[in-house]
């Protein structure tokens, strides 16, 4: 008698979506999907490396993939969750017994007047190298204007600066929202000593965009060749199309155990997923540990056992400032800031063992699944920063 086999199809070849198809390896008896519309696999926290050449940002999946994952390289377009199939852009229709949606995060649709046809954002691999062909044909005293001082915007602004480049980081109110004063004051320090120029305060919110200027919200007008926006991300809005309920911002609502709100067949993990409508901060430092727990779901279900709710924690947040120094943010496990942190040459290090520590993760976990770990909180899962009330 043949064996009766469960095919699982993984939206998104992300760090969500690599672990979590990695992960269900340990299973026999799944046939496991990965759909993805890019061959290769795109560091994201690298790509403010990609445009001053540095690091390409990218790694094969036959470098991170295990044995046996069939990869479709083909955008999805539309989950049938009554169908149980996923339709493509290309392709014929993948069918499926469980859905991870791991479809991640990008730059989210500015609405500032002139950004979209002037400004380059530089939340995916094609934004990046448009980026930097831009970069390319500009002289290097020519002004760079970075608007947005999360840590993509500061770690554009430093990468650009430690090059030489005339650059001015817009920040709005304050200078990484997320960090801790001291924290804040470690990363202005650094970027100072690099040359940025840092525009902050109260009216210092980006109005408008030209081709050559960035208007402020109290009217001052900052000359820029280039103008790079990291405002906020953004999530496909696949979940949406489908008919499957999401937050507001486009993130598919979940229960604690990743399974949809409206389907106990489809799972969700990483940036896209909003688990409680209590999302956790868009990061590989979560996207991976929800990815694990997502193919720990869909596991569960499939051998008839009631699924575990989430458990993970935050220990802060690593920022690089050029190749010479960073700012290590220590957190609470909820990820709120700590006004502790570690910088200068030892944070650069810590911060780039991050960034080879997650490829490497990857890659055990290809070869050997379960081998994966994650900070992990006792009872109820911490409230996300992001959700509280200020």
Same mark, same amino acid.
């Given at each position: 008698?043949?064996?009766?086999?469960?095919?699982?199809?993984?939206?998104?070849?992300?760090?969500?979506?690599?672990?979590?198809?990695?992960?269900?390896?340990?299973?026999? !008896?799944?046939? &496991?999907?990965?759909?993805?519309?890019?061959?290769?696999?795109?560091?994201? &926290? +690298?790509?403010?490396?990609?445009?001053?050449?540095?690091?390409?940002? /990218?790694?094969?999946?036959?470098? &991170?993939?295990? *044995?046996?994952? +069939?990869?479709?390289? *083909?955008?999805?377009?539309?989950?049938?969750? %009554?169908?149980?199939?996923? %339709?493509l852009f290309?392709?014929?229709?993948?069918?499926?017994?469980?859905?991870?949606?791991?479809?991640?995060?990008?730059?989210?649709?500015?609405?500032?007047?002139?950004?979209?046809?002037?400004?380059?954002?530089?939340?995916?691999?094609? @934004?990046?190298?448009?980026?930097?062909?831009?970069? $390319?044909?500009?002289?290097?005293?020519?002004?760079?204007?970075?608007?947005?001082?999360?840590?993509?915007?500061?770690?554009?602004?430093?990468?650009?600066?430690?090059?030489?480049?005339?650059? /001015?980081?817009?920040?709005?109110?304050?200078?990484?929202?997320?960090?801790?004063?001291?924290?804040?004051?470690?990363?202005?320090?650094?970027?100072?000593?690099?040359?940025?120029?840092?525009?902050?305060?109260?009216? $210092?919110?980006?109005?408008?965009?030209?081709? #050559?200027?960035?208007?402020?919200?109290?009217?001052?007008?900052?000359?820029?060749?280039? /103008?790079?926006?990291?405002?906020?991300?953004?999530?496909?809005?696949?979940?949406?199309?489908?008919?499957?309920?999401?937050?507001?911002?486009?993130?598919?609502?979940?229960? %604690?155990?990743?399974?949809?709100?409206?389907?106990?067949?489809?799972?969700?993990?990483? #940036?896209?997923?909003?688990?409680? #409508?209590?999302?956790?901060?868009?990061?590989?430092?979560?996207?991976?540990?929800?990815?694990?727990?997502?193919?720990?779901?869909?596991?569960?279900?499939?051998?008839?056992?009631?699924?575990?709710?989430?458990?993970?924690?935050?220990?802060?947040?690593?920022?690089?400032? !050029?190749?010479?120094?960073a700012t290590?943010?220590?957190?609470?496990?909820? *990820?709120?800031?700590?006004?502790?942190?570690?910088?200068?040459?030892?944070?650069?290090?810590?911060? @780039?063992?991050?960034?080879?520590? /997650? &490829?490497?993760?990857?890659?055990?976990?290809?070869?050997?699944p379960g081998?994966?770990?994650?900070?992990?909180?006792?009872?109820?899962?911490?409230?996300?920063?992001?959700?509280?009330?200020?």
């Amino acid at each position: 008698m043949t064996e009766q086999r469960t095919q699982v199809v993984v939206i998104g070849g992300g760090y969500a979506g690599v672990i979590a198809a990695n992960h269900l390896r340990l299973r026999a !008896g799944v046939d &496991i999907t990965l759909v993805n519309p890019r061959r290769e696999f795109v560091e994201r &926290i +690298r790509l403010h490396q990609l445009i001053t050449g540095s690091d390409d940002a /990218t790694v094969s999946y036959a470098d &991170i993939l295990g *044995d046996g994952i +069939r990869l479709v390289v *083909d955008a999805a377009t539309r989950i049938d969750a %009554e169908a149980r199939r996923v %339709e493509l852009f290309s392709g014929q229709p993948l069918p499926y017994d469980y859905l991870i949606y791991a479809v991640g995060s990008g730059s989210a649709q500015p609405t500032v007047p002139g950004a979209d046809e002037f400004a380059y954002p530089i939340a995916d691999l094609e @934004e990046a190298q448009r980026l930097t062909a831009a970069l $390319a044909d500009l002289h290097n005293d020519a002004p760079v204007c970075v608007v947005g001082a999360g840590p993509t915007g500061i770690e554009t602004a430093a990468e650009l600066a430690e090059l030489g480049r005339n650059v /001015t980081l817009v920040c709005g109110a304050v200078l990484g929202p997320y960090l801790s004063t001291p924290g804040r004051r470690s990363v202005a320090k650094r970027l100072r000593k690099l040359g940025v120029e840092i525009v902050d305060g109260p009216q $210092a919110k980006a109005t408008a965009v030209a081709a #050559d200027a960035v208007t402020l919200e109290d009217g001052r007008r900052l000359a820029s060749a280039v /103008t790079i926006w990291t405002a906020g991300f953004g999530v496909p809005d696949l979940a949406t199309r489908s008919g499957l309920r999401t937050d507001a911002v486009g993130r598919l609502l979940t229960d %604690e155990t990743l399974t949809s709100a409206d389907d106990d067949r489809v799972v969700a993990a990483g #940036d896209a997923a909003a688990p409680s #409508d209590q999302p956790l901060r868009m990061s590989c430092q979560a996207a991976m540990p929800l990815g694990a727990q997502a193919a720990n779901t869909v596991l569960a279900r499939i051998a008839g056992e009631q699924p575990a709710v989430i458990s993970q924690a935050f220990t802060g947040q690593c920022i690089s400032l !050029g190749r010479a120094s960073a700012t290590i943010q220590i957190a609470r496990t909820n *990820d709120v800031p700590l006004p502790l942190y570690i910088g200068g040459r030892t944070a650069a290090t810590i911060k @780039e063992a991050v960034c080879k520590g /997650t &490829i490497s993760f990857l890659r055990k976990e290809a070869r050997k699944p379960g081998s994966y770990f994650w900070i992990k909180v006792g009872g109820k899962r911490p409230v996300p920063a992001a959700a509280q009330t200020p």
